[in-house]
């Protein structure tokens, strides 16, 4: 398959060209699980600025392999031709001296790519690099990145406090999976709610954006690149969770729990029939793996007994649904099933959790733009024993709080949906203080008249609470949210 065009990631290039123009040296920590596009933003600003640079890319191999490759790639870019087979640098300081000398008089960028191999090769790395950085590296014409997937081993071994690099780094990048206004730039023929079931399918990962025909449907899609025996994608979650586990066993059976609607801890055990510590465990390196969070409703503090866990990554939740349980089937090729069963629940799929996902990224978006009556500083959603809020927004220094409503159905939503929004928010504003909400509707299908005049009548109709005040309601449908994300996104 040819190289798709590159899209999106305008900030992280903006980021990429004023490291390059800063002065003297510049380091960079990108990292980010994989398939988000850092090699492919990288090597795509290597090639459409044309700038004096070398891309190096680590191994899973020993570590006198690994120094081996990296001295051919200097001396292979220092002399332009291929180095002797046998030929290495000593060791690894006398190959960061020999990047000084490369960056001596001429700026030069340096891409080493996977660092997290090395770092498992070589586990002094990090503090020879630093030694490098403090004698030599930050008075060259460098511009250094350090980029690997692992995201655990580049905080704690990049990026912690007793790391040997921290505070040597110009800038740090968690490369982030594209936004979903991206998505009418690869698929141009796809309607939004089409485009919005790629996203609860694949996430914003470009990397699979790639595998898909834009020019088939949803379906053939889905059918092609999900439900055929021994295809990539059935392969990934062993992928990426082997970077992190030798023994994945007990790891797949928490988040197969998860998926299907395990959220508390106490779920969980009952569900991977694990002792609670063991359980602890686990989740504390998936944690850190950042395949889940624990999150907490935003109107509490973190030690909230009221969180729950969730799949962070969009794939991983849509292939322990819909797929784990189903590779005998697949293997026999029975997709029309699969299929069927996916299509039959999708719909309550999408609505439990993309949907909400892109209304609180729109809540985001528009707060930062001023397209709201305030600013949240938090956003996400909450909960309590005796009710949810799917969109929360929350200024606690300037007392405002935003709740939002989020539908997927494909009728247009009535009043009392409303109605009831309201009657929640006694139970959701803080005790201490004097409030402001606002509220926001969100539902696929639009709405209805009646709601439309309740929420342009609400401020003025509305008792104001014992410690809060309406300012007003808004409401949105696919089609809108759709377009100010596009318009959005960067």
Excluded at 72 to 98: G, S
Excluded at 165 to 170: Q, V
Excluded at 212 to 222: D, G, H, M, W, Y
Excluded at 310 to 334: C, E, K, M, N, S
Aim: proline share 4%; aromatic share 10%; charged share 20%.
């Amino acid at each position: 398959m040819p190289t798709a065009e590159f899209k999106g990631r305008r900030t992280e290039l903006n980021l990429l060209n004023e490291l390059w123009a800063a002065s003297p040296a510049a380091l960079m920590i990108l990292y980010g699980r994989r398939r988000v596009g850092k090699t492919r933003l990288l090597t795509h600003w290597m090639k459409r600025t044309g700038h004096r640079a070398l891309y190096w890319v680590a191994e899973p191999t020993s570590a006198l392999d690994q120094l081996r490759s990296f001295s051919q790639a200097l001396y292979n870019f220092a002399n332009q031709e291929p180095a002797p087979d046998d030929f290495t640098y000593a060791n690894w300081p006398q190959a960061w001296q020999q990047v000084a000398h490369l960056a001596q008089t001429e700026r030069l960028a340096l891409f080493v790519d996977e660092f997290t191999y090395l770092l498992e090769a070589e586990p002094g790395i990090a503090g020879i690099i630093q030694n490098a950085w403090d004698h030599s590296l930050k008075q060259a014409n460098l511009f250094l990145v350090l980029s690997g997937s692992h995201l655990g081993m580049m905080q704690r071994q990049v990026l912690a406090y007793q790391a040997p690099l921290y505070g040597r780094a110009t800038a740090h990048l968690r490369l982030q999976p594209l936004s979903f206004g991206i998505t009418r730039s690869f698929f141009p023929k796809y309607d939004a709610a089409e485009r919005v079931a790629i996203y609860a399918i694949f996430g914003g990962i470009p990397a699979y954006w790639e595998r898909l025909n834009p020019k088939a449907t949803l379906s053939e899609n889905i059918r092609h690149q999900l439900l055929t025996a021994n295809n990539l994608m059935q392969e990934e979650p062993r992928l990426l969770l082997q970077d992190f586990v030798t023994d994945p066993n007990n790891y797949v059976a928490i988040l197969r729990a998860i998926a299907h609607g395990a959220r508390e801890q106490k779920e969980i055990v009952g569900r991977v029939g694990l002792p609670q510590g063991h359980v602890s465990k686990y989740l504390s390196v998936l944690r850190d793996a950042g395949f889940i969070e624990r999150r907490v409703p935003v109107t509490a503090d973190e030690s909230s007994r009221l969180g729950r866990y969730h799949i962070t990554d969009p794939y991983l939740r849509f292939y322990y649904r819909f797929l784990a349980t189903r590779q005998a089937q697949l293997a026999l090729g029975v997709q029309e099933q699969a299929l069927a069963e996916i299509k039959k629940h999708l719909l309550d799929y999408i609505g439990t959790y993309t949907w909400e996902e892109l209304c609180r990224e729109w809540l985001l978006r528009a707060a930062a733009l001023g397209d709201l009556p305030f600013a949240p500083d938090q956003v996400g959603s909450t909960w309590t024993r005796k009710t949810q809020v799917d969109v929360v927004g929350i200024n606690t220094m300037e007392k405002t709080l935003i709740l939002g409503e989020c539908k997927w159905s494909t009728k247009s939503m009535e009043s009392d949906v409303l109605q009831e929004l309201v009657a929640k928010t006694p139970d959701l504003v803080p005790k201490k203080g004097k409030w402001t909400v606002y509220y926001l509707g969100f539902a696929r299908g639009g709405w209805k008249e009646n709601a439309k005049a309740f929420a342009k009548s609400l401020a003025r109709s509305q008792e104001p609470g014992a410690n809060w005040q309406i300012v007003g309601m808004r409401l949105l449908d696919l089609a809108r949210v759709d377009a100010d994300l596009v318009r959005w996104t960067v």
